[in-house]
C-alpha cells in the first residue's frame, strides 16, 4: 500500500522548494499487523522534516522496495539532480536503479559507522576522525583523514569495500546539500513507535493527523511576523 494524501508536500517537491535529496527507511510494524513501512522525507532551508510519502509492505524485498519507488515515481517524476539517501539495503539499491537508474544514490554514514562500530569498537573512541573522512570538502583532505582512520581502527577497512561517491562528500558527484545522515527519517520513525504497533489504517490516520496539527503550529507561528522575516542565520549574522 503506498499513502499518497500527502499531496502538498509533494507538490511542494515538485516546485523544487525543498533540497532534492529523499531521505528514506524501512521500519517494522509491531502488534498483530506485521510488515514494513517505508517513509521517505525531505528537508527545506530551515532544515525542517518534511514527509513525501509513506507506504506498507510485507517485508522490506526487492519487490516491495520497486513497488514503493514506481508509486513515488509516478508522484514526483523525473527530476535533475535527485539525490536519494538510505543505509546499504540491497533491496532499496536494486529498486533506486532500476526505477531511477540516472539519480544519485548516497548511504547514511551513520549507519556505516554503526557498521564498523560491530566489528571493531575502537572506531568509537576515533569518531572524530571518521566523521572528518565523511565531511572532508577536498580529497586530499579525504585521503589525509581516511589515511588516519585506516591506522587507528583496523575495522575501518569496511570503508574500502564500498565507493566513497556513495558516502563521502568530497567524492559525491551530485549536490547532498550537507546531509550526512538518515537522522531526520529516523526520527518520525522513532516518533510513530506506538502508531506502528496498531492496525494499519491507525497508523496511516497517526501521520496525516499529526501532519495537520504539525502544519497548523507552523502557520501559527508565521502569524506573530507582520514584517520583513529574518532567517535564522542571518539573525545569527547580525546578533553576532
Given at each position: 500500500?503506498?499513502?499518497?494524501?500527502?499531496i502538498?508536500?509533494?507538490?511542494?517537491?515538485?516546485?523544487?522548494?525543498?533540497?532534492k535529496?529523499?531521505?528514506?527507511?524501512?521500519?517494522?510494524?509491531?502488534?498483530?499487523?506485521?510488515?514494513?513501512?517505508?517513509?521517505?522525507?525531505?528537508?527545506?532551508?530551515?532544515?525542517?522534516?518534511?514527509?513525501?510519502?509513506i507506504g506498507?509492505?510485507?517485508?522490506?524485498?526487492?519487490?516491495?522496495?520497486t513497488?514503493?519507488?514506481?508509486?513515488?515515481?509516478?508522484?514526483?517524476?523525473?527530476?535533475?539532480?535527485?539525490?536519494?539517501?538510505?543505509?546499504?539495503?540491497?533491496?532499496?539499491?536494486?529498486?533506486?536503479?532500476?526505477?531511477?537508474?540516472?539519480?544519485?544514490?548516497?548511504?547514511?554514514?551513520?549507519?556505516?559507522?554503526?557498521?564498523?562500530?560491530?566489528?571493531?569498537?575502537?572506531?568509537?573512541?576515533n569518531?572524530?576522525?571518521?566523521?572528518?573522512t565523511?565531511?572532508?570538502?577536498?580529497?586530499?583532505?579525504?585521503?589525509l583523514?581516511?589515511?588516519?582512520l585506516?591506522?587507528?581502527v583496523?575495522?575501518?577497512?569496511?570503508?574500502?569495500?564500498?565507493?566513497?561517491k556513495?558516502?563521502?562528500?568530497?567524492?559525491?558527484?551530485?549536490?547532498r546539500?550537507?546531509?550526512?545522515?538518515?537522522?531526520?527519517?529516523?526520527?518520525?520513525?522513532?516518533?510513530s513507535?506506538?502508531?506502528?504497533k496498531?492496525?494499519?489504517?491507525?497508523?496511516?490516520?497517526?501521520?496525516?493527523?499529526?501532519?495537520?496539527?504539525?502544519?497548523?503550529?507552523?502557520?501559527?507561528l508565521?502569524?506573530y511576523?507582520?514584517?520583513?522575516?529574518?532567517?535564522?542565520?542571518?539573525s545569527?549574522?547580525?546578533?553576532?
Amino acid at each position: 500500500m503506498f499513502l499518497n494524501h500527502l499531496i502538498l508536500q509533494i507538490q511542494t517537491f515538485r516546485s523544487q522548494l525543498l533540497r532534492k535529496v529523499l531521505i528514506i527507511d524501512g521500519a517494522h510494524l509491531k502488534g498483530d499487523y506485521l510488515g514494513t513501512m517505508f517513509l521517505a522525507v525531505a528537508m527545506d532551508a530551515n532544515n525542517q522534516v518534511v514527509p513525501i510519502a509513506i507506504g506498507v509492505a510485507k517485508s522490506e524485498s526487492g519487490e516491495s522496495c520497486t513497488y514503493f519507488f514506481e508509486m513515488l515515481r509516478r508522484c514526483i517524476g523525473e527530476m535533475e539532480g535527485l539525490v536519494f539517501m538510505t543505509d546499504r539495503s540491497g533491496a532499496l539499491r536494486q529498486a533506486i536503479n532500476t526505477v531511477y537508474p540516472t539519480t544519485h544514490h548516497t548511504y547514511c554514514c551513520r549507519h556505516l559507522y554503526m557498521n564498523i562500530k560491530a566489528k571493531d569498537a575502537s572506531v568509537e573512541y576515533n569518531k572524530t576522525i571518521f566523521w572528518k573522512t565523511c565531511k572532508a570538502y577536498t580529497a586530499y583532505e579525504f585521503d589525509l583523514n581516511m589515511s588516519a582512520l585506516r591506522a587507528a581502527v583496523p575495522g575501518a577497512v569496511l570503508l574500502d569495500k564500498v565507493n566513497p561517491k556513495r558516502w563521502s562528500r568530497a567524492h559525491f558527484p551530485g549536490v547532498r546539500y550537507n546531509i550526512m545522515t538518515s537522522n531526520s527519517v529516523e526520527s518520525m520513525n522513532a516518533h510513530s513507535h506506538f502508531a506502528r504497533k496498531g492496525a494499519i489504517v491507525g497508523l496511516m490516520e497517526y501521520f496525516r493527523a499529526y501532519q495537520q496539527e504539525w502544519y497548523s503550529k507552523r502557520r501559527d507561528l508565521a502569524g506573530y511576523y507582520s514584517d520583513t522575516f529574518l532567517f535564522k542565520v542571518l539573525s545569527n549574522e547580525i546578533t553576532t
